[in-house]
């Protein structure tokens, strides 16, 4: 039988089949077939194989097979499509044309993450500032003596003021007008003895004078509170004029601050405060009545001590 020429791929495929074995192409029985081949070899097949023999030999007998080796047996392979039964080394069916084996297909790779222009950025951002901090890094162990230097980040150290508690001021010189009444002086106002501070209250009163007395710091103070401190005697305070009305001065301040003392001996506390003060001046205006007790009554006005509280303005004045 003779065989045919694929027309796609040039292969040779035989006359009874509609495919060619090796493309898969629809060979079409009605076109013309392929010029004969020129000279004396004719090319016989029914499978595709073909067998070429000239004819100035005979060809060679059908039952002279003796001595001949039997063909090896032919590897075939079924179609998917329609059970046709191909030789191994068809890549597509003589019958109907489908392909006979899959074999993988390629896979596209995997694209690339296209980064957005914000994400480059920050990308950039991020590296420029690990350049700044490496280089500042080694600027400042090269700078330091060949140590690093310790930097704090996100937090600042501040120092906390040492806050001195009010005491007693200690009293440079107190004056007092009038000066006192003999060994009464103004300087008992201050001694932490019970020595007292007298003045005669009916002359001064009959002279409508006041007394005045200044305390004077050994440096500037911040004043919180006055003690004043009267008689502990209750009969011998009852027999003195006692103090009542005063006015409290001191340095800076822009007005004079009055206050009314209790008629009660000992100790009571009079509120007041003044800021970067060298001295503070109480002036006594009024006084209460001197009694008759246990027959006896007295003219004076006395005072037993006067102490004043604070703490220094500046802590680091040695004064």
Not at 25 to 30: G, N
Not at 114 to 123: F, H, M, P
Not at 224 to 241: A, G, K, L, S
Not at 250 to 263: F, I, K, M, R, W
Request: proline share 9%; glycine share 8%.
């Amino acid at each position: 039988m003779v065989s045919q020429t694929c027309n796609h791929c040039g292969a040779t495929v035989a006359a009874d089949e509609q495919f060619c074995p090796n493309c898969g192409t629809f060979i079409d029985p009605m076109a013309p077939a392929p010029p004969p081949v020129p000279g004396n070899v004719i090319s016989v097949s029914s499978d595709g194989n073909y067998e070429e023999f000239s004819l100035d030999t005979e060809p060679p007998a059908e039952g002279d097979t003796e001595g001949a080796a039997p063909p090896p047996p032919r590897k075939t392979v079924h179609c998917p499509s329609c059970n046709a039964i191909n030789p191994a080394s068809n890549r597509h069916c003589q019958e109907c044309g489908a392909r006979l084996s899959q074999g993988p297909l390629p896979t596209a790779p995997r694209p690339a993450v296209q980064a957005t222009a914000g994400v480059r950025a920050a990308l950039a951002i991020s590296g420029l500032l690990f350049v700044v901090v490496v280089v500042a890094l080694i600027f400042n162990f090269f700078s330091g003596d060949g140590t690093a230097a310790e930097t704090t980040l996100g937090s600042t150290t501040t120092t906390q003021p040492t806050i001195i508690e009010p005491a007693v001021i200690d009293i440079l010189d107190v004056e007092c007008s009038p000066e006192g009444l003999g060994s009464f002086s103004c300087a008992d106002l201050v001694s932490g003895s019970n020595a007292e501070y007298q003045v005669s209250w009916e002359e001064l009163e009959a002279e409508e004078g006041n007394i005045i007395i200044k305390m004077i710091f050994r440096q500037p103070m911040i004043v919180t509170r006055i003690d004043w401190t009267n008689i502990t005697d209750p009969v011998r305070f009852r027999q003195n004029y006692r103090a009542r009305g005063l006015t409290i001065d001191a340095q800076g301040s822009l007005t004079q601050v009055p206050h009314e003392l209790e008629d009660t001996p000992g100790i009571q506390i009079v509120n007041y405060a003044a800021v970067n003060a060298n001295w503070i001046e109480i002036t006594v205006q009024s006084a209460y009545q001197a009694e008759v007790v246990d027959g006896n009554v007295f003219r004076e006005l006395a005072i037993d001590e006067i102490t004043i509280w604070g703490r220094p303005a500046n802590p680091t004045s040695d004064g």
